[in-house]
């Protein structure tokens, strides 16, 4: 049977199977002409998509769709369908919503973009989902349609029941980003490789305006409860747990014209109260600060730190370790450890650890993987490849092992501008997102904890991604029988959106840890602002 044919008689289907359904508003919906990816005609597939989204929500007494002539019209000559010329047309044709998107098809591969956006706020909601074989596209049409009711509000999402014993601690969402609360979240769980683990009590913010680009857990205060700190370009938000809510208490913002880029905690002059460093760029320098909870208050108490800084498991616990930055050379030199001297961050000695060429402060593990009792080097490349080093006869630095699949992925960029007039910008430098080690699930032996984000955009084949369409965090050993980091413990459910951030820890002082995500949505989109929000997941492992 030819595709065309095939096709044809699911939307037949999906029209005999359609059930009525009542609402208490009705909604105008423009569908625009639906863009599809592939290195095939597949312009059949093209008008497929537009009947069969039509016919879904046509169907639907609470929504009015728009005719296609009449938005043919609204769109004029316009060649290239635009977030802003969808608007337009949305207002010419008084609707309350415009849905765009496009169809990928790339091998057995398909993947369904969309957008939703609210014509008289411009508020846009990125939808999302993928599935394998052309077949599968009346399914992601089925997909769409029930999230576009969702999000139109003409429709409450279905979820699955908790257990018994976790469905009490399940709370309701709160819409102000200042006053972050909880809420189950169906889609987002953890996973193990052989079965599908119990799905954990879930906590997810509101989404809060711009690109965050880190999130730690840490006692500032030194009162037993943890904050949570989010980092953005120009702004250093302190958030404490309150009943069902998580509240700002403090912002920091930049005075000046530097930019923040990571952040870590320690407690660097072993006062019994652990400090926050940011690490900071400012007129193409590191400029790095310390934070402290004194006089009942959050300060900076340090800076012009002249390091890019993070912290680091090493044998004798948890160092500050910093590396110098200049523009020629971005992140650069040794590493040492860091202490805290007053309000002074000093060099302390060498860390014992030489990083490979082109690995940086941001990008490397040190820790016995293979269970030799010889620490091993792990560095993450610009392309997201895993290296595992080991030490030759030599003493220098020997690879190994190079990862098959990719890791990683960020959006964090130290960027300069160009002194001379038609001269190029200097390529970005990148910041990557943390990965450690640990053994969380006691067992003696080590894993690897790394996120993976999937490009958006032209993939994996741009030089450098400016956006993500979904991201996870997995937990990597070594496989001796492979003998490479594949073994894979347990992962996170794919997320849709940029997973910037993660860290493991107990943030609700309930004695059981979290995976806890910063995700980024809209990163994407061609207009707008992005929004972030943190996703936490009980790690039950």
């Known amino acids: 049977m030819k595709l065309t044919s095939y096709i044809k008689i699911f939307i037949c289907l999906i029209l005999l199977s359609i059930p009525s359904a009542g609402y208490a508003k009705t909604v105008r919906i423009a569908v625009m002409p639906w863009k599809v990816n592939s290195s095939e005609d597949m312009e059949f597939v093209k008008n497929a998509v537009a009947d069969m989204l039509s016919s879904r929500l046509g169907s639907k007494d609470s929504i009015e769709l728009i005719r296609p002539e009449a ?78 009711l969702v999000a139109t509000g003409l429709k409450q999402p279905v979820l699955p029941p908790l257990p018994k014993a976790e469905a009490k601690e399940t709370l309701t969402a709160r819409s102000d980003a200042k006053d972050v609360a909880h809420r189950p979240e169906a889609e987002s769980y953890i996973v193990k490789p052989t079965e599908e683990a119990k799905r954990p009590v879930i906590w997810k913010s509101a989404l809060i305006e711009g690109l965050f680009k880190a999130a730690i857990s840490v006692d500032l205060d030194n009162d037993n409860v943890k904050e949570i700190v989010l980092l953005s370009d120009k702004s250093i938000i302190i958030a404490k747990k309150d009943g069902d809510a998580l509240k700002s208490i403090k912002e920091l913002k930049e005075s000046g014209h530097g930019e923040f880029f990571a952040a870590s905690a320690i407690d660097a002059d072993k006062d019994g109260a652990e400090e926050l460093y940011i690490s900071r760029i400012e007129n193409e320098r590191a400029s790095g600060l310390a934070i402290e909870f004194r006089d009942n208050d959050y300060r900076v108490v340090s800076k012009d730190i002249p390091f890019m800084m993070r912290t680091v498991e090493g044998e004798k616990g948890t160092v500050l370790i910093g590396q110098r930055f200049r523009k020629s050379d971005g992140i650069y030199g040794a590493l040492v450890m860091l202490e805290k001297k007053g309000s002074s961050v000093v060099e302390k000695g060498p860390y014992p650890v030489a990083l490979t060429r082109k690995a940086d402060i941001y990008r490397f593990d040190s820790v016995d993987l293979t269970g030799d009792g010889v620490a091993e080097l792990l560095t993450l490349d610009e392309r997201g490849y895993l290296h595992i080093y080991k030490k030759g006869d030599s003493g220098k630095w020997e690879e190994a092992v190079k990862s098959v699949d990719y890791f990683g992925g960020t959006l964090n960029y130290i960027r300069f501008g160009s002194d001379q007039p038609g001269v190029a910008e200097q390529d970005p430098i ?105 996703l936490s997941l009980r790690l039950s492992i």
């Open 430 to 534: 990148s910041i990557e997102g943390r990965f450690f080690h640990a053994d969380l699930n006691s067992d003696g032996k080590v894993e690897v904890i790394i996120k993976k984000n999937t490009p958006g955009g032209l993939g994996r084949s741009a030089e450098r991604a400016s956006s993500y369409k979904s991201g996870e965090v997995m937990s990597l050993s070594w496989d001796e029988k492979a003998m490479s980091l594949v073994a894979e413990n347990w992962r996170t459910k794919e997320i849709g959106g940029y997973v910037s951030d993660f860290f493991v820890g107990d943030i609700d002082g309930d004695g059981v840890s979290e995976v806890t995500l910063l995700v980024v949505e809209g990163t994407e989109k061609l207009f707008g602002t992005p929004k972030s929000y943190i």
């Open 71 to 148: 938005i043919k019209e609204a769109l004029g000559d316009k060649k290239a369908l635009s977030e802003s010329s969808a608007i337009e047309a949305g207002k010419k044709l008084k609707a309350d919503y415009v849905l765009s998107g496009s169809l990928t098809v790339i091998g057995t591969a398909v993947s369904m973009d969309a957008s939703l956006v609210e014509v008289s706020s411009a508020a846009s909601t990125p939808l999302y989902s993928k599935a394998s074989g052309l077949d599968s596209v009346v399914g992601l049409i089925d997909k769409l349609s029930e999230d576009v």
